[in-house]
């Protein structure tokens, strides 16, 4: 079981920027694909960003790519989502999750584990 755990989201500005934390109670956490997704209310969860393990590939969602860099520190156990020029659209639930395997994945079936969540909120 890895237990997954953001922080980081709170209200921000259009414009403004944001860095999203995410924490993993394993060690092993370093052999898996990380990545970040969203849901905003009546909206179906949505892939914003992924790393592989040893954070040399990622990929992002079209709706953020160039505003969003994903890295990891596995030292740290860590995996950070720094986001920018954040827009009303932006805001949603933000949920780090661990895939099954090793890659940057991409859609949700891919992923074991998920994070609580952390709310972003962007005021226009």
């Known amino acids: 079981q890895v237990q997954l755990v953001e922080s980081g989201g709170g209200l921000v500005e259009a414009g403004g920027s944001l860095r999203l934390s995410c924490a993993s109670s394993?060690?092993?956490?370093?052999?898996?694909?990380v990545g970040w997704f969203r849901q905003a209310p009546g909206k179906e969860r949505e892939f914003v960003a992924a790393?592989?393990?040893?954070?040399?590939?990622?990929s992002y969602g079209d709706s953020v790519k160039g505003r969003v860099v994903i890295s990891r520190d596995n030292a740290k156990n860590r995996v950070f989502l720094q986001m920018n020029s954040l827009q009303f659209e932006d805001t949603a639930v933000y949920y780090c999750?661990?895939?099954?395997?090793?890659?940057?994945?991409?859609?949700?079936?891919?992923?074991?584990?998920w994070g609580q969540g952390t709310q972003v909120t962007v005021s226009a």
């Open positions: 999750a661990a895939a099954r395997s090793s890659l940057a994945a991409t859609t949700r079936d891919q992923y074991q584990y």
């Open positions: 394993r060690r092993t956490f370093s052999n898996n694909g």
């Open positions: 790393i592989n393990w040893r954070g040399s590939t990622s």
